[in-house]
């Protein structure tokens, strides 16, 4: 069977989609005064440059996208914000990113090993902008995330990097897709280093923190994608955070490239709430714990909080729990019954060394949330960080986290 061309698929007509800002509606108007920080920003999403640059795409290139975007005349959900543009085409968030990443793609396919491994990489970081922030119910999204998937399978398929696919059970009959990358030391199994993510990331968006942090280190790599997102979007988010990571951390010692005496997790903001959760129910299988930014109390229990933060996060959060609507007052009941401390874990002592990063001036993860998780540990550390340069920052963040857990991974 002749493969359709990507072109063609990617931009074939489609019927007018639902704009990912209106899938999670208010159910009434905020009083003056008591809105989210980024209501009246020029830009719905959160945008993250440093981020995505050190998944590989040049400042440049993200500002020719931005700028394809800001200056479409199409009409918008919100006139106010420039990523808002409605219907799959032109100035179309979705639309100009998954454009960015046919082109890459596209040149992919021209080429021969290692240089069509990095142009697939390139288009994969592409499409997991264009489906950000991943919320349920936004087909387009769904779309780009497919094919940004598509594209990191194919590219690793041609990479140097040895990268396994396991198709791992989780309950009821049920299976999950996970990617394990092993480094280039032979010796094998490997000490590993099980990523938690955020909820607005897919799992490959790690692949460069493999390459140039853990994989020098000799430390293998486990993602998967948090619930309700990626590969793992038939389980809604709850309560039980840590329930899908669990099911698979169980199951690490039949898996032959993992040393499974020596496991570590790695979370990042919402995923460092999975990753402290494992520290108490399954301090037998761990060695240590690192958390980034977490969000484990403070935000999930302080309305305050919450109201300052970006409108899009909450949407996000909303979008987690399987609702099509935003109200308040009642998502910060719902997440207060997500705070750790609530729950009666963070605040005990748990023998797993426990690391936690706080960079100042986040409005995510104040300096009282990775003290609450310093205390909680009878070995816990605690890195702070000032929060410019922020590329230096983030940089820093990551070296010193990932000699951390080489160091725990790899002592007696």
């Not at 990912?20 to 209501?39: N, R, Y």
């Not at 993992?258 to 108490?280: C, E, M």
């Amino acid at each position: 069977m002749q493969k359709k061309n990507l072109s063609e698929e990617l931009f074939k007509p489609r019927f007018e989609h639902p704009e990912t800002s209106t899938l999670v509606q208010p159910l009434c108007a905020p009083a003056a005064g008591t809105g989210h920080s980024a209501t009246t920003g020029l830009w719905y999403r959160t945008l993250l440059p440093f981020h995505w640059h050190f998944r590989g795409v040049p400042p440049l290139e993200t500002k020719e996208v931005l700028s394809r975007i800001a200056a479409s005349r199409l009409t918008r959900t919100s006139e106010q914000q420039l990523d808002t543009v409605r219907g799959y085409r032109n100035g179309n968030w979705i639309y100009e990113w998954s454009r960015q990443a046919a082109l890459w793609q596209e040149r992919a396919l021209q080429e021969t090993a290692a240089d069509a491994a990095a142009y697939g990489l390139h288009a994969a970081a592409l499409f997991s902008i264009a489906a950000y922030p991943h919320l349920s119910g936004d087909e387009l999204s769904d779309h780009a995330q497919a094919l940004g998937y598509r594209a990191f399978e194919q590219a690793m398929e041609r990479s140097a990097t040895c990268v396994k696919k396991l198709n791992l059970e989780v309950g009821s009959g049920k299976k999950v897709m996970a990617f394990l990358f092993l480094p280039a030391q032979a010796g094998g199994p490997y000490p590993t280093v099980m990523m938690c993510g955020g909820l607005d990331t897919l799992q490959y968006d790690h692949f460069h923190l493999f390459k140039q942090y853990l994989a020098p280190r000799g430390l293998a790599m486990l993602t998967l994608d948090m619930p309700s997102v990626g590969y793992s979007a038939r389980w809604r988010l709850t309560q039980d955070t840590s329930w899908l990571h669990q099911q698979v951390l169980q199951q690490l010692a039949s898996i032959p490239w993992i040393d499974s005496r020596r496991v570590a997790l790695w979370g990042h903001r919402f995923g460092a709430n999975v990753a402290v959760r494992l520290a108490y129910l399954e301090s037998a299988r761990l060695r240590a714990v690192a958390c980034q930014a977490p969000i484990v109390h403070s935000l999930l229990t302080d309305p305050l909080l919450q109201r300052q933060v970006p409108l899009m996060f909450m949407d996000m959060l909303a979008s987690r729990l399987g609702k099509n609507y935003r109200d308040d007052s009642m998502l910060a009941n719902e997440l207060s019954a997500f705070s750790l401390k609530n729950q009666g874990l963070l605040g005990r002592r748990t023998t797993v060394p426990l690391l936690s990063v706080s960079v100042a001036e986040d409005p995510f993860s104040p300096p009282s949330e990775s003290e609450l998780i310093r205390r909680s540990s009878s070995a816990g550390q605690m890195i702070s960080l000032s929060a410019h340069p922020e590329m230096t920052c983030w940089l820093k963040c990551l070296a010193q986290t990932s000699n951390w857990l080489g160091q725990q991974l790899k002592g007696s």
